[in-house]
């Protein structure tokens, strides 16, 4: 993984790339994922390659576990924390359209804490420990009631996070665009690995 340059992006984070498929725009920001566009409900597939071929050892060991048999991921996203820049990540939801209920972080290098969130209960926040060499599931009601963020405050040394994340009911069996989901995730699983530009992982404030 290191062996690939970072890219700025928002909040002092810095992302990972593996080749430029499409022009870096307004935000520096790029995913292992198909290209979508969130607010208009599109998505190109043309782009996409498959996840890289580094983490397909890590997704087979996921799928090992009880909680995560049925795990497909479509899309990683590696983020790069240091406190010099003040990396954070604000509150958010990942969107619902495309991704599915299971966000699943593998959090390396240094200890930390995601942070839960709700509009309605200002001043309430539930810091869950992410501990080095640590992977967290966040779904359910934490995924899909709170709000999650990194705070600056808990960004101690360097940070990978690497985010990997799963199709929503829309795009499975039975629902309005399985043929997509289908193509998506057999590419997924090619584990090719060319990175995609774009704002993938576009969150929900
Ligand atoms: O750094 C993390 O653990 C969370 C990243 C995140 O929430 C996101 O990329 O949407
Ligand atoms: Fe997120």
């Given at each position: 993984?290191?062996?690939?340059?970072?890219?700025?992006?928002q909040s002092g984070r810095r992302k990972q790339v593996v080749a430029f498929v499409f022009t870096i725009k307004?935000?520096?920001?790029?995913?292992?994922?198909p290209k979508a566009n969130f607010k208009k409900k599109k998505l190109k597939l043309g782009c996409f390659n498959g996840l890289?071929?580094?983490?397909?050892?890590l997704v087979e060991r996921m799928q090992r576990?009880?909680?995560?048999?049925?795990?497909?991921?479509?899309?990683l996203?590696?983020?790069e924390y240091v406190p010099d820049r003040g990396s954070?990540?604000?509150?958010?939801?990942?969107?619902?359209?495309?991704?599915?209920?299971?966000?699943?972080?593998?959090?390396?290098?240094?200890?930390?804490?995601?942070?839960?969130?709700?509009?309605?209960q200002p001043g309430v926040e539930v810091l869950v420990p992410m501990p080095r060499k640590s992977l967290i599931i966040v779904s359910g009601p934490a995924r899909f009631q709170w709000k999650h963020a990194i705070k600056r405050d808990h960004i101690q040394s360097r940070r990978i996070a690497m985010t990997f994340r799963?199709?929503?009911?829309?795009?499975?069996?039975?629902?309005?665009?399985?043929?997509?989901?289908?193509?998506?995730?057999d590419l997924?699983?090619?584990?090719?690995?060319?990175a995609v530009g774009g704002q993938l992982s576009l969150i929900q404030s």
């Open positions: 993984m290191e062996a690939t340059p970072w890219v700025n992006s307004e935000e520096l920001s790029f995913d292992y994922g890289p071929a580094f983490c397909k050892t576990t009880e909680q995560l048999r049925d795990f497909v991921p479509v899309e996203c590696d983020l954070a990540i604000d509150p958010h939801f990942d969107d619902f359209w495309l991704w599915g209920e299971r966000l699943v972080t593998l959090n390396l290098l240094s200890d930390t804490y995601l942070t839960l969130s709700k509009d309605d799963e199709l929503a009911p829309e795009f499975l069996e039975g629902g309005p665009q399985e043929d997509t989901g289908r193509k998506m995730i997924a699983k090619t584990f090719r690995g060319v």
